[in-house]
Nanobody, 123 residues
Framework: QVQLVESGGGSVQSGGSLRLACAAS???????????LGWFRQAPGQEREGVAV??????IYADSVKGRFTISRDNAKKTLYLNMNSLKPEDTAMYYC???????????????WGQGTQVTVSS
């Protein structure tokens, strides 16, 4: 059974940093490297939005996080990362990782989801 498990969330002050990780299980190595992977977030009362996605080497970032967040993947460890710097209160949300077959920031393009990890940024 395919499973994605996020970790690394927490509470930080504005300007701080966090590193999120998403460990995958249930994928073969070939199956994992063939999937597009992404980070998404959802704040209370808002729709889920794409933050950053990655294929084998290319990335797409939401305008709101460009220059502050970096997505990366370690295929040998089947782990996806999101380094978040210069965090702002508006980055506060539940962060989810997901795997899909379309290279897109649209949450609808992804079919396997983790349970999420909370990020809270205080001013």
């Amino acid at each position: 059974q395919v499973q994605l498990v996020e970790s690394g969330g927490g509470s930080v002050q504005s300007g701080g940093s966090l590193r999120l990780a998403c460990a995958a299980s249930g994928y073969s190595y070939g199956g994992y490297i063939s999937r597009y992977l992404g980070w998404f977030r959802q704040a209370p009362g808002q729709e889920r939005e794409g933050v950053a996605v990655i294929d084998s080497s290319s990335t797409i970032y939401a305008d709101s996080v460009k220059g502050r967040f970096t997505i990366s993947r370690d295929n040998a460890k089947k782990t996806l990362y999101l380094n978040m710097n210069s965090l702002k209160p508006e980055d506060t949300a539940m962060y989810y990782c997901a795997a899909g077959r379309v290279f897109s920031l649209s949450p609808g393009a992804y079919d396997n989801w983790g349970q999420g990890t909370q990020v809270t940024v205080s001013s």
